[in-house]
């Protein structure tokens, strides 16, 4: 099973800045990687798929990058919204995917 | 747009069964591929189940001898059945449609029913 660990658990970051969340595969997933954001009492929201191709209807200030192990989500002036739970999830190993531990993204 | 809505008994004790129905909307349930995602409180998320539009289902390995997923293409209705629950078990259960075949993501996601396993 390929383990994917993100970090930071927790992300202060203050609003208008940036925050850059990382997910790290335990094994290549290739450029299979989706991130999802969550509110608290929401679903998840697909946001970014295929590491770098955007949800319709996410904001481009949502960008995603990397391949093979290492892959981060960059979210640029953040604004009050954003401030919420997000997850990585692979499906390279199909048909079993697992989702990362999540990354909360708080107010500084 | 698609919209997904599940439904279930909320409260299910222990070694009992699980049953749930996701209501799907904007879209016909036998011309697309479907999930099951569970998550518990305060926890991460973990993958349940598949059924693709072909039939094929596909299972989580560590679930796969207690749970199955069907379709009711009448009523345009996805269903999972957990046989045998325990206590670590409650979770809010979520539906979603799965995008992209044999390399995809889950897009767009169900609201959610809370399972408490309780007796």
């Known amino acids: 099973e390929i383990v994917l660990t993100q970090s930071p658990a927790t992300l202060s970051v203050s609003p208008g800045e940036t925050a850059t969340l990382s997910c790290r595969a335990s094994?290549?997933?290739?450029?299979?990687l989706a991130w999802y954001q969550q509110k608290p009492g929401q679903a998840p929201r697909l946001l970014i798929f295929?590491?770098?191709s955007r949800a319709s209807g996410v904001p481009a200030r949502f960008s995603g990058s990397g391949s093979e192990t290492d892959f981060t989500l960059t979210i640029s002036s953040l604004q009050s919204e954003d401030f919420a739970v997000y997850y990585c999830?692979?499906?390279?190993?199909?048909?079993?995917?697992?989702f990362g531990q999540g990354t909360k993204l708080e107010i500084k | 747009q698609v919209q997904l809505q599940e439904s279930g008994p909320g409260l299910v004790k222990p070694s009992e069964t699980l049953s749930l129905t996701c209501t799907v909307s904007?879209?016909?349930?036998?011309?697309?591929?479907w999930s099951w995602i569970r998550q518990p409180p305060g926890k991460g998320l973990e993958w349940v189940a598949d059924?693709?539009?072909?039939?094929?289902?596909y299972y989580n390995p560590s679930l796969q001898s207690r749970v199955s997923i069907s379709v009711d293409t009448s009523k345009n209705q996805l269903s999972l059945k957990l046989r045998s629950v325990t206590a670590a078990e409650t979770a809010m259960y979520y539906c979603?449609?799965?995008?992209?075949?044999?390399?995809?993501?889950?897009?767009?996601w169900g609201q959610g029913t809370l399972v408490t396993v309780s007796s």
């Open positions: 979603a449609r799965w995008i992209g075949g044999p390399a995809g993501w889950f897009d767009p």
């Open positions: 904007g879209d016909s349930i036998s011309s697309s591929d």
């Open positions: 059924l693709y539009s072909s039939g094929t289902t």
């Open positions: 094994l290549s997933v290739s450029t299979h």
């Open positions: 295929d590491t770098s």
């Open positions: 999830q692979h499906y390279n190993n199909w048909p079993v995917y697992t």
